[in-house]
């Protein structure tokens, strides 16, 4: 029905009352769309820092001593805002100019948040900012994200790098990194929840996804771990604070996770803190806040790494893929002084219970067949059966003089790590699962006993010391191919050849909590699931 043919459908037989809940309804699912749409919208604009400093009018026409660009402003009446601005020097000094993130609360109160070092001007005619002065920004910005991490007096040496526009998201994306963290710690309490959330639509899209892949090559490995302790160190400490005031805040996980995919190689790269994983059971709390504090301020470090390979045979193709390394560990996000401090220390913390990944190419028209290598698990029981003759002098009226006792023992030799290979469909899942050694039974799906909680020699206590631990002395695990090595092979149809077949993994880690070294009943089991896309080309390479 359109708007213009009201008219006529007020003479028809339908109640006033119905059509006026038709018209009610149809508002209402308008402005659902337009809602939408609003949303979609700002998830997908990214704050292009790059194109305004690129863009700015020479110095020499600048009416003000400084130019401001809005990064987020408030919903609220006296409509406060955060802006980046650039200022140049007083009259009569050497040219040089400096960046200021500040927050506009009313005029003209305004409260710089952070402030980038001062760059030279070659003259002060000079009319924009050159590559390298770009690049002693790009630098700024590092050290200034890196300033908020647990290591602030490490020494790293800085990427050499080329300010061109190729790198115009990867600028972009450091820099809404540094605005988000400042946003955290220093931003007024008017402006933070609303800047914060701003901040994070930009920084959860797929443009900035794409660019935290090239921002990360940029850092190179060792950078890249500060540069995500720093980030999860402020979301830990906001979701903290937030939790208190009743206000849910959710790190979406793929916004630390991302895919690579190389020649013969897949590569996911994953971080979450502690806090933004979902609780198996949100009934598990306790209210001892060291311990909190020791299991709250540590951060999940992943990398799983699929090796692959492609054989050519004459009327198929066989993709075969296997395990080069899973590995999983638990890291402070905070100094060891400070985790003994207000914690437990750091040793008092989560630990990997089950590992699942799940593998599966996204179009299967091509697919023929998929085999693993590996036989379900038939573990060896070692039955001894033993007989002993008692001697002894009973009195009169017993029958026998003389007993004899037959028992019968059962063991069997069992690994922690129990690992699994399965298909579902053209899917194979890989599964490692931690079993308790007292029992037997999976660590993720079930709780100790409470008199084993406090057993001085029960396998879980001092695991991170222990000989028989299963863990590295770190706290994590590593499955590498030379035990959990075997592949898994799909048969793809000859009419593949030269596509780009695109390969999807899903995974879930679950970590679990059970007392270390200090005497509580508490335990708990967290889950991370992410999600990344893979390619893999199939073309011969003649």
């Given amino acids: ?36 749409h609003l949303i979609r919208m700002a998830s997908a604009y ?28 408030a919903k609220s009446t006296t409509q406060p805002s955060i802006h980046l601005s650039i200022t140049g020097s007083p009259p009569g000094q050497n040219p040089y100019i400096t960046f200021h993130i500040s927050a506009s609360l009313q005029v003209p109160i305004t409260i710089t948040l952070w402030t980038s070092n001062s760059f030279p001007l070659k003259s002060k005619s000079q009319q924009s900012l050159d590559e390298d002065t ?52 220093e931003a007024p309490q008017d402006l933070r929840s609303e800047c914060i959330d701003t901040l994070r639509l930009q920084l959860t899209s797929s443009r900035s996804r794409e660019a935290s892949k090239m921002l990360v090559r940029v850092l190179g490995s060792n950078l890249e771990e500060q540069w995500m302790r720093s980030l999860n160190l402020a979301i830990t400490n906001c979701m903290i604070e937030l939790q208190t005031s009743n206000y849910l805040y959710r790190t979406p996980s793929p916004l630390f996770s991302y895919a690579v995919s190389a020649t013969g190689l897949w590569k996911v790269q994953l971080f979450c803190p502690i806090v933004a994983m979902n609780l198996e059971d949100p009934s598990s709390t306790t209210q001892d806040e060291r311990l909190l504090f020791s299991l709250n301020y540590q951060q999940l470090e992943g990398v799983i790494q699929l090796a692959y390979k ?20 638990v890291n402070p996000l905070i100094s060891e002084n400070l985790m003994d401090e207000r914690g437990y220390g ?46 002894s002098f009973d009195p009169p009226n017993s029958y026998l003089g003389l007993r004899m006792a037959a028992s019968e023992s059962v063991t069997m030799s069992m690994k922690p790590w129990k690992f699994e290979q399965s298909v579902h469909g053209d899917s194979t899942y890989l599964n490692w699962f931690l079993h308790d050694g007292a029992n037997g039974r999976e660590v993720f799906s079930s709780k100790p006993s409470k008199l084993s909680l406090f057993q001085p020699r029960a396998w879980f206590r001092d695991r991170y010391s222990s000989a028989y631990r299963p863990f590295t002395k770190q706290g994590g695990v590593v499955f590498a191919g030379d035990e959990y090595g075997e592949s898994v092979w799909w048969k793809v ?15 879930w880690i679950w970590l679990t909590y059970w007392p270390n070294k200090q005497r509580t009943l508490h335990t708990e089991t967290r889950r991370l699931e992410f999600r990344e896309l893979l390619h893999l080309p199939l073309g011969r390479l003649d």
């Fill in 310 to 329: 492609v054989i050519y045979r004459a009327n198929w193709i066989d993709v075969v893929v296997s395990v080069d390394n899973v590995r999983c560990d």
């Fill in 1 to 36: 029905m359109s708007w213009s043919s009201s008219s006529s459908f007020l003479q028809s037989s339908l109640p006033l009352s119905l059509y006026i809940h038709i018209i009610y309804l149809t508002r209402r699912v308008f402005a659902s769309h337009i809602k939408n």
């Fill in 493 to 507: 149809c000859g009419r593949a050849l030269g596509k780009t077949m695109e390969w999807e993994i899903k995974g």
């Fill in 134 to 185: 770009l690049l002693q920004l790009f630098y700024s910005i590092i050290n200034g994200v890196l300033g908020y991490g647990p290591s602030k007096k490490s020494s790293f040496r800085l990427p050499a790098v080329r300010m061109r526009e190729e790198l115009r998201d990867v600028f972009n994306m450091a820099f809404l990194t540094l605005a988000f963290l400042v946003c955290i710690y």
């Fill in 46 to 73: 990214i704050l292009d820092v790059w194109g305004w400093i690129n863009n700015l009018a020479p110095f020499s026409q600048w009416n003000t001593n400084s130019m401001s660009l809005c990064i987020c402003v």
């Fill in 346 to 391: 750091s040793e008092e913390k989560h630990f990997p219970s089950r590992i699942s990944l799940r593998l599966t190419p996204t179009v299967q028209s091509d697919v023929v067949s998929v085999t693993v290598s590996k036989s379900s698990d038939n573990p060896t029981h070692e039955v001894g059966l033993e007989r002993t003759l008692e001697g």
